[in-house]
């Protein structure tokens, strides 16, 4: 089994920044794929942005341009860098992993198997 704990969330005004960051174990990190999912009250969860094993990085349109998702792989840590925040980003933010993640599943929650317990990001206007 994987742990994940995810940290770095909290209240913060429409246009500022935040870094999300998702710690793991395990020796073998550097093989998993990584996403960020958010899901926002009476709202489904969504996929926000995902780094496979390569490096290779994926975004959902709304976010492109305002978040980047790195990995440090001797860290066991994957970072989510938000910036130009919306009150539209308000959302418990999840991280999530999982090995064999095919690319054209890099979106989908239900192919990853380890999750975090999130953590919130308010944005106010």
């Known amino acids: 089994q994987v742990q994940l704990v995810e940290s770095g969330g909290g209240l913060v005004q429409a246009g500022d920044s935040l870094r999300l960051s998702c710690a793991a174990s395990?020796?073998?990190?550097?093989?998993?794929?990584v996403g960020w999912f958010r899901q926002a009250p009476g709202k489904e969860r969504e996929f926000v942005a995902a780094i496979r094993r390569t490096g290779h990085t994926y975004y959902v349109d709304s976010v492109k341009g305002r978040f980047t998702i790195s990995r440090d792989n001797a860290k066991t840590t994957v970072y989510l860098q938000m910036e130009s925040l919306r009150p539209e980003d308000t959302a418990v933010y999840y991280c999530?992993?999982?090995?064999?993640?095919?690319?054209?599943?890099?979106?989908?929650?239900?192919?990853?198997?380890?999750w975090g317990q999130g953590t919130q990001v308010t944005v106010s206007s």
């Open positions: 999530a992993a999982g090995s064999g993640i095919i690319l054209s599943s890099i979106a989908s929650a239900r192919q990853y198997p380890h």
């Open positions: 395990g020796s073998t990190f550097s093989t998993y794929s």
